[in-house]
């Protein structure tokens, strides 16, 4: 059975979208990382063209969200007032990341471009947080130091218009949360990616947010990010597909709840530990890929 994608101009089985869907949604709701650095090389791995893979999958990463952030409203993780600033930041990213994206769409070298970035964000995150999430696990409990997250987040309580979020326990400026949603936006315009693979290590070491309220803050700040993205790219570049967007719409939103109940199974430190060894299975598949000669643009043949 094949469906054809009139964007992508391809047939595809649906099954096996479905099951990209589920598989994205899964983590999504187990991370709070959205799916979109796995989803958007999984399209182009089966063969779907990079400009649509990066343009479609915001609708998928938008529903199975929304499905994940459900579980964790029940369980009062979601600081809105930080998702507040995260949004607006990440608003003004999209835009900016959906130009670079036309411009480079219309010089021919998009593909190359996205490929490399994923290469290199996705090889530095994922080698930080396997190294931070290791010597969590392995360190002390006993020999932690209470006071080190106070005195590292001192410089965001300086700036200007500080301010309290009470569900994260923390007294900074607005400023960082709209600087880290910016350049997210323009990661998720650009590489079709939720940003939660950068959002989620960024708050918890940058912010120093708790991981608990970190992924549900995640998966808010993704839903309304995305939808902006997946809006652009429909108007300026048209690359959205929305066959596609459907079946990996159906496919996430079943996942997402089954990832956000496994992920409680797991400590903080483990489930860091596994989404960065996930991050590079993806990094050394696209490595692979670049390394690989092109195929040849025609074979000629004696008849």
């Known amino acids: 059975m094949q469906v054809y994608l009139p964007i992508a101009e391809m047939p595809v089985d649906p099954f096996v979208v479905l099951a990209m869907g589920g598989a994205v949604g899964f983590l999504s709701g187990m991370f709070g990382v959205g799916g979109g650095f796995l989803i958007t090389p999984l ?76 290469v290199i964000f996705l090889g530095i995150v994922g080698a930080l947080m396997f190294a931070e999430s290791a010597r969590a696990i392995l360190r002390d409990p006993t020999k932690r130091p209470a006071r080190k997250r106070t005195r590292r987040g001192a410089w965001m309580a300086a700036l200007p218009y500080a301010m309290r979020f009470r569900r994260s326990q923390l007294y900074i400026s607005p400023i960082p949360p709209i600087v880290l949603g910016f350049l997210v936006g323009v990661l998720s315009a650009f590489m079709g990616v939720g940003g939660g693979f950068i959002m989620v290590p960024a708050m918890i070491y940058i912010l120093h947010m708790p991981t608990n309220v970190v992924i549900g803050t995640s998966l808010f700040q993704i839903i309304f990010v995305m939808a902006i993205t997946t809006i652009l790219h429909a108007v300026a570049n048209q690359t959205v597909d929305i066959v596609l967007a459907l079946l990996l719409l159906a496919g996430g939103v079943f996942g997402a709840q089954a990832g956000a109940k496994a992920g409680v199974l797991l400590k903080a430190e483990h489930l860091r530990a596994l989404l960065a060894l996930i991050v590079l299975a993806v990094c050394t598949r696209l490595v692979f890929e670049l390394a690989l000669p092109p195929e040849e643009p025609y074979v000629v043949e004696t008849l």
């Open 43 to 118: 399209l182009i791995f089966y063969g779907i063209p990079p400009a649509i893979a990066v343009g479609t999958q915001g609708a998928q990463l938008v529903a199975s969200s929304v499905s994940g952030l459900t579980a964790h409203l029940k369980r009062k993780t979601v600081d809105f007032e930080m998702g507040r600033f995260l949004v607006i930041g990440g608003g003004f990213g999209s835009l900016a990341g959906v130009i670079l994206f036309g411009y480079l769409n219309a010089r021919g070298q998009i593909d190359l471009y996205i490929a490399l970035a994923y």
